[in-house]
């Protein structure tokens, strides 16, 4: 099986278990075991000394050359610490990261140039990401001698050119010389695109590439990174809080919550037929016109939990309508529920065929547990919707 082909059955892991495809079909980014922890300090008045924030707990996940693989997750559940980790951005407090099969170590100096060369990023806020004084060109211009041994003259501009139309920007002349301020939201973005290729990277990670822009604009930059995964064979990581487009854009869907991955599986499977409670909150918060007018709408109780001191077993389990007394001590381990669909949910421990639609409604017990757990009224209040 070549790298290009994709297996129709998915895997994946955290702690000891990673994302594997089935016939040989290697990654070519591996995250083992990844956590980062940081230090947190006091205010004056309240002492903090020795605790920390966990931002990533023991997070396991690949990425395979031509794929698009969604990360999934609301506001402060860890999604960018886990990318910056993969960017080397951000150093892993424990676990590792591979590229092509080799462990990485690249703090600094030629090994980070050499790494950051292979695994680029694609960030939020193009225009931040830009010197306001510098020219399109100069940019781009400059990782190419970089990441290019240093070449200049016609083989810089041949390469400049040849970036600029790979992202749509044509004439690629005519936007060369322009200034990022001289360039619409779609544009800037579709710049910063052209200058993480100009790298020749392996990977790409995508950290909500589209949230600032308008939603006119959002789907062309969506369409645009997924045929350069395809054509350019680029392993490509899609950051977002919004599940819906991680459906129609990433083959397989990933889902964090308080610095963990709780679900993954094919997008399809993810948000079609959805296991862990905290996926369904996300889809039943996302618009949808498709849902069927009599399905139920999960909600949860009580807010994101603080991760100085994450709860005990399940970290969802203050606000799970479907909490049982199990989920308050015993962190949930993964759970296979057909299809290569996982998720690590008590409600599926011994039931493989246990759907979303038999945990559609908690029994009063449960709710009235949950409700104790998170020491809220019984009474749940509707999630809140997803950043747009």
């Not at 060109?137 to 400049?160: C, D, F, Y």
């Not at 409670?277 to 996302?286: E, F, G, I, K, V």
Request: charged fraction near 20%; proline fraction near 7%.
């Amino acid at each position: 099986m070549s790298e290009n082909t994709r297996s129709d059955q998915l895997a994946a892991g955290v702690g000891s278990e990673t994302l594997t495809f089935d016939g040989g079909h290697r990654p070519v980014l591996e995250a083992r075991h990844l956590v980062k922890h940081f230090s947190v300090r006091g205010n004056g008045i309240i002492s903090l000394k020795d605790q920390v924030l966990h931002a990533v707990d023991d997070v396991s996940l690949n990425l395979y050359p031509g794929e698009v693989s969604g990360l999934v997750g609301e506001s402060g559940c860890g999604k960018s610490t886990l990318t910056r980790m993969l960017s080397m951005l951000e150093q892993p407090t424990s676990g590792e990261v591979l590229l092509r099969g080799e462990r990485v170590h690249a703090k600094r100096g030629r090994a980070f140039r050499e790494y950051v060369g292979n695994v680029q990023m694609v960030l939020q806020d193009p225009f931040g990401s830009f010197n306001p004084l510098q020219t399109i060109q100069r940019h781009i211009e400059r990782v190419i001698r970089i990441h290019e041994n240093g070449a200049k003259g016609t083989a810089a501009q041949e390469r400049l050119a040849e970036v600029l139309t790979e992202v749509s920007l044509t004439p690629p002349q005519q936007f060369a010389e322009k200034y990022p301020h001289e360039l619409s939201g779609g544009q800037r973005q579709r710049a910063s695109i052209a200058r993480a290729l100009a790298a020749r990277p392996q990977v790409l990670l995508a950290d909500e590439p589209v949230s600032s822009l308008d939603v006119s604009i959002r789907l062309g930059i969506l369409n645009l990174l997924g045929r350069l995964a395809s054509e350019l064979n680029v392993a490509l990581l899609y950051v977002t809080h919004d599940i819906a487009t991680a459906r129609y854009f990433a083959k397989n869907t990933s889902v964090m919550y308080a610095g963990q991955l709780i679900e993954s599986g094919s997008s399809e499977d993810v948000t079609q037929n959805a296991k862990h409670p905290y996926t369904q909150l996300l889809l039943s918060s996302a618009p949808d016109p498709d849902r069927p007018a009599d399905r139920k709408r999960i909600e949860a109780i009580g807010q994101p939990p603080s991760l100085i001191t994450p709860p005990s077993g399940c970290r969802f389990h203050p606000r799970c309508p479907f909490a049982m007394e199990k989920c308050k001590t015993t962190p949930p381990p993964r759970f296979d529920v057909g299809s290569g669909q996982w998720a690590r949910c008590w409600l599926y421990e011994g039931s493989p065929e246990l759907s979303a639609d038999a945990v559609e409604a908690p029994s009063a017990a449960n709710a009235t547990a949950s409700a104790a757990a998170s020491e809220t009224p019984a009474v749940s209040t509707p999630p809140a919707a997803p950043e747009s």
